[in-house]
């Protein structure tokens, strides 16, 4: 019993720590920067769940909720481009390019927060995930010194779905150590100033 109690522990936390940050695209707080975080290509186009992700995007920048998108994904090599292939789908959905601002290492969810955070210089935010994984990204960003609400893409409970809710019991552990220990991103780098001439262009 004890050990079931520890084991549920992170995901406790993570459930409370993102307990009142969650919005729908309708009635979320206008909000100068949206943050949507990579989730696989398929033949170098966004995978159905990122495209879901990019459309609520680009809803709220449509709609006059969001100013400027910051698309963070996975860079590592030269044949897997996330957020390229991101800002790309939002240019076909409406989102100028000149609003779309990419973070090239963004390799897991903290790294994402904390680069957010410490390399564009983002000190508040709407999240935009899966509905499955909203609740992470926004406790890792509460804890990288961002001021979060998250907005949760519905999709369809089909196998790639029950397999991420499953994988996010198991990901709350690494997420509560991050959140403790805070360490730096696989790759930090200087300060970038795309999300402030973004917003600048946007007036």
Same mark, same amino acid.
């Given at each position: 019993?004890?050990?079931?109690?520890?084991?549920?522990?992170?995901?406790?936390?993570?459930?409370?720590?993102?307990? &009142? #940050?969650? %919005?729908? =695209?309708?009635?979320? =707080?206008?909000?100068? !920067?949206? !943050?949507?975080?990579? @989730?696989?290509?398929?033949?170098?186009?966004?995978?159905?769940?990122?495209?879901?992700?990019?459309?609520?995007?680009?809803?709220?920048?449509?709609?006059?909720?969001?100013?400027?998108?910051?698309?963070?994904?996975?860079?590592?090599?030269?044949?897997?481009?996330?957020?390229?292939?991101?800002?790309?789908?939002?240019? #076909?959905?409406?989102? =100028?390019?000149?609003?779309?601002?990419?973070?090239?290492?963004?390799?897991?969810?903290?790294?994402?927060?904390?680069?957010?955070?410490?390399?564009?210089?983002?000190?508040?935010?709407?999240?935009?995930?899966?509905?499955?994984?909203? %609740? #992470?990204?926004?406790?890792?960003?509460?804890?990288?010194?961002?001021?979060?609400?998250?907005?949760?893409?519905?999709?369809?409970?089909?196998?790639?779905?029950?397999?991420?809710?499953?994988?996010?019991?198991?990901?709350? @552990?690494?997420?509560?150590?991050?959140?403790?220990?805070?360490?730096? =991103?696989?790759?930090?780098?200087?300060?970038?100033?795309?999300?402030?001439?973004?917003?600048? #262009?946007? &007036?």
């Amino acid at each position: 019993m004890g050990l079931c109690v520890l084991a549920l522990l992170p995901a406790t936390w993570m459930f409370l720590t993102a307990d &009142g #940050r969650l %919005r729908t =695209p309708g009635d979320v =707080p206008r909000t100068e !920067v949206a !943050v949507v975080f990579g @989730a696989g290509l398929w033949d170098g186009e966004p995978s159905p769940y990122l495209a879901h992700r990019l459309d609520t995007a680009a809803l709220l920048y449509t709609t006059g909720r969001i100013k400027v998108v910051l698309v963070t994904g996975d860079n590592s090599r030269k044949d897997y481009d996330e957020p390229d292939a991101m800002r790309a789908y939002l240019a #076909r959905h409406g989102v =100028p390019g000149r609003r779309v601002v990419t973070d090239y290492a963004g390799f897991d969810t903290w790294d994402s927060c904390i680069r957010a955070r410490k390399v564009f210089g983002v000190r508040r935010a709407v999240l935009i995930s899966q509905d499955f994984h909203i %609740r #992470r990204a926004v406790a890792l960003c509460r804890a990288a010194g961002l001021t979060p609400y998250g907005v949760g893409v519905a999709d369809v409970r089909d196998t790639t779905w029950y397999y991420g809710a499953t994988r996010e019991l198991f990901a709350a @552990a690494k997420a509560a150590v991050d959140a403790a220990v805070r360490p730096d =991103p696989r790759f930090l780098g200087p300060r970038e100033k795309g999300i402030a001439e973004a917003l600048a #262009r946007a &007036g």
